[in-house]
């Protein structure tokens, strides 16, 4: 039986992988959601384009900064964003700005230990208070934006005031580098994370300001359930399916739409088949995952009608638990999606 399970997923992913390039369009050809890629490095880039990603939602610059003893120059950050953006070949880019703290420490920007640093100085708190660092890096962004299709992003905003600073500073950025003589793209577009239940609380607000949003699900379930995904003695309570992040994530897709504005979702939600059938019934405008999941997220997409989706995921958010939630996605999956169903088993079973 393993054998023939080996082989059945073997040809599938062949079959994925041939159809990477086409593009993720609903089976019943009224929903296109764009599939691209999470990011960390330079090296990331190429498997993107490999595997068949329209581009990056999102680029994880902490990869600059980590391991190592000084601060990266801004020729040094420059050089990379361009090495990517000359990879992508006009893909669009979504660069997220920083994301320092937590788990992520930095020494030589004397950070100190905190008692809770996921709800301490981490992300857009520490570049706030550092626009030395943040300009530098703002300028950087905006040199590179010449070449390539760049949009701006701040992770952890939880108020608007953390926007409406930040925006300002790069205002400030911009400014140096007219006086300067240096070029950038005017026009680049700015966006923020939604990873905090207050940014979700208030999407319509931050969707006003910006030109687009995109979901952070990692750390929205950790801070929306109150769990330490990193302490095994709680992380089995950690589950995006909860209705209260898919509650929280609807808003901020249906806050995103009435602004006119496009959201994306950037974490671990969107890389689960049972995640993807919810964001396109909540009408998600771009699922970004590793670029190895890039042919699969496309595949479930074109499995999927658009109606039953929708039908799901309205039913989904009104339940009480995630178990509710998982048990409804698995029987509307075999009453109407068997064979859809029937790969999705075969590679968790694979997985086990």
């Not at 660092?133 to 108020?159: C, D, E, W, Y």
Request: proline share 4%; glycine share 8%; hydrophobic share 45%.
């Amino acid at each position: 039986m393993a054998r023939k399970e080996k082989t059945e997923w073997e040809a599938r992913r062949q079959a994925e992988l041939k159809e990477a390039e086409l593009p993720a369009i609903t089976r019943d050809g009224a929903f296109r959601a764009e599939v691209v890629a999470n990011i960390g490095g330079v090296e990331d880039a190429e498997q993107v384009l490999q595997f068949g990603g329209e581009g990056v939602g999102l680029f994880r610059t902490e990869f600059l900064y980590l391991e190592r003893s000084t601060m990266p120059s801004i020729v040094e950050q420059v050089r990379a964003y361009r090495r990517v953006f000359e990879i992508l070949d006009g893909r669009p880019l979504v660069v997220r700005t920083l994301d320092i703290g937590g788990d992520k420490d930095v020494p030589y920007l004397g950070m100190e230990k905190e008692p809770n640093p996921f709800l301490g100085w981490r992300a857009i708190r520490l570049c706030l208070d550092d626009p030395v660092l943040f300009k530098g890096q703002l300028r950087a962004i905006l040199r590179a934006s010449l070449h390539g299709n760049v949009k701006v992003m701040f992770p952890m905003i939880a108020t608007i005031e953390e926007l409406r600073r930040a925006k300002l500073l790069l205002e400030e950025a911009k400014k140096e580098l007219r006086k300067e003589g240096k070029g950038f793209n005017e026009q680049m577009e700015v966006g923020v994370m939604i990873e905090t239940p207050s940014a979700a609380l208030l999407a319509q607000q931050l969707a006003r300001e910006c030109n687009f949003l995109s979901i952070g699900s990692n750390d929205l379930t950790q801070y929306t359930l109150a769990v330490d995904r990193g302490n095994k003695l709680v992380a089995k309570l950690f589950d995006h399916l909860h209705p209260a992040v898919l509650q929280l994530i609807k808003k901020t897709i249906d806050a995103a739409h009435q602004q006119g504005v496009w959201v994306g979702m950037c974490g671990e939600f969107g890389a689960d088949p049972l995640g993807i059938i919810l964001l396109l019934g909540m009408g998600i405008d771009e699922i970004s995952v590793v670029p190895g999941m890039i042919p699969e997220a496309k595949s479930i997409i074109r499995s999927v009608d658009t109606t039953v989706a929708r039908d799901v995921a309205s039913q989904a958010v009104e339940l009480s638990t995630a178990l509710e939630v998982e048990r409804l996605l698995y029987r509307e999956l075999h009453r109407r999606f068997s064979k859809l169903a029937q790969s999705l088993f075969a590679v968790e079973a694979r997985k086990r």
